[in-house]
């Protein structure tokens, strides 16, 4: 069984900066793609952030020059470092890794449980 595990939201003031962190474990042959998306209240879900398993990353435009996606695959692990938060940033995040359990069967997406991010004065 696949798990993967968020840690490092909270709350920050506006300007400030945190990093999420985000391990998979459990019967995990390969991993794809890794990444973040986030939900503010009332709002559709959306992407923040991507990388590939050789560490090519894919940024929301919002958040370019700000966040940074990074990935240790050795610890099958993704963060997202983001920086200059704004209030708009506020919202729950959540990491996905696009994986494989066995080789051969085709990869499917795993969802983390969320990480509340809060940005405000």
């Known amino acids: 069984q696949v798990q993967l595990v968020e840690s490092g939201g909270g709350l920050v003031q506006p300007g400030g900066s945190l990093r999420l962190s985000c391990a998979a474990s459990?019967?995990?042959?390969?991993?794809?793609?890794m990444g973040w998306y986030r939900q503010a209240p009332g709002k559709q879900r959306e992407l923040v952030a991507t990388i590939t398993s050789s560490s090519k990353p894919n940024y929301q435009d919002s958040v370019k020059g700000r966040f940074t996606i990074s990935r240790d695959n050795a610890k099958d692990t993704v963060y997202l470092q983001m920086n200059s938060l704004k209030l708009e940033d506020t919202a729950v995040y959540y990491c996905?890794?696009?994986?494989?359990?066995?080789?051969?069967?085709?990869?499917?997406?795993?969802w983390g449980q969320g990480t509340q991010v809060t940005v405000s004065s």
């Open positions: 996905y890794a696009d994986l494989n359990e066995v080789w051969g069967i085709p990869s499917r997406a795993y």
């Open positions: 459990g019967s995990i042959f390969s991993i794809n793609d």
